[in-house]
C-alpha cells in the first residue's frame, strides 16, 4: 500500500511541508492511515490521526438526542480551523450499524457535521480526498448484496485508471456544458426530466486538486474518481426521474426511487421500503433539501454499476437533491441524496451528449 500512499499524497492532494494534514480513518484501514502519515511525514508536512470506529458511532447516535447531534462538535470545528488537507478514510466496517439509527438522527447528525466542518473548510480552502477503497469490507459486501471479490477488483481497476485521461475527457464534456442552457434526460423507464444550467459553471473531478481547482474552489476529490458534475438552476427542474441503478443508502439499498419536479422542488416522492425510510429522513433535513442540487455525468471506464461510487460510471447521469454550494450552486446546506441512471439519454440545447448509457464526446 505504499505506493498507493504516495500516489494520494503526492499526486491527489499534493501535499507539502507547509500543510497540516488530518486523516480521518477506521480502524480496518489503519495500515493505509499509517503509510498516508509516513508519506505525509517524509515531505516535511504535520499529521493528526482522529480514529472512528463503529461503536462510537453507534455510541453517540444513541445517547446524544436529535437537537445535540445538530450542533456542530467543538472538537470537528477545532481540527477544520487547524488543518490544510484532510484525508477521509472513515467509512464504518458494518454498515448494517445504519440500520439501528432512527432517520431523523441520521439527519440531524449531518446537519451537525456539515455545520462543523464545510463552512470553515471552504472558507480556509482545505483541500479533502476521499478513499473509496476504505469503503471496501466484508460487512459491507454482505449488507448491500456485493461480490466482494468483484468488487474490490472494479475498485482497484477503477482506482488506476490515470488522472490524465479523466482530465482529458472531463475538460471536453465541461466545455460543452459551460456553453449550453437546455438539459432534458429521458429514457425508457419513466424518466423525463429538463432544467437549465445557464451561467452555471461545471466542476471536473478527476481525483486530483490542483492549483486550477483550488482557485475554482473546487476542493473536493475521490479515488476513483471522474465525473462531471454542475448545479442547474435551482427552480428550472420539471418532469420526472425514475433512478433505475440500485443506490447504497445508511445499510439498505434503495431499488426504486421515483421524484417528480415542478419549479425545482419535489412534488411527489415515491419507492421501494428503503426509499420510504430515506424520506422519513429527508423530511427531518435541513435547508432546501426539495430543490434540485446537481446534475453529474459519469466519466471513468472502468468503475461498475450497481456498488457504491454509481456517479463515475462512464455514461452514467446521477440527479441530487439539495445542498449544491460546493457546485457554485445557491441552496446552501441541506439534506441531500444522488442516484443514478444507468440507461439515460441526456440532450444538450437539443445535441445528445449520452445515448442509453453511453458517453458521446466529440
Known sequence: MTKLAANL?????RITPDDNVTIFFGTHEQALTEDIAEECFKIGADVNLSAYTDKFYESYMRHLSVESLKQPSVFCRAISQASTAVFWLAGLYDP???????PEKSAAADEGE??????LMRDRKVRTLFVGMSMVTPPRARTYGYSLPRWRKMMAAASAVPATKLSADGRRLASLL???EHVQITDGGGTDLEFSIRGRRPQIFDGVVDDEDIAAGALDAAIPAGSVAVAPLEDSANGTVAF??????????IRKLRWEFSDGRITSWSGDKNAEVLQRAWENGAGAKDRIGSLSIGLNPRAELGFLQNPIVRGAVSISSGANEDLGGANGFAFAHQQSLGSANLSLDGKQIVKAGKLLLP
Open 178 to 180: 459551460l456553453t449550453s
Open 244 to 253: 433505475d441503478v440500485p443506490q447504497a443508502w445508511s445499510g439498505r439499498s
Open 9 to 13: 499524497v503526492r499526486s491527489c492532494l
Open 114 to 119: 456539515a455545520a462543523a466542518h464545510f463552512p
Open 96 to 102: 448494517s450499524a445504519f440500520r439501528r439509527i432512527p
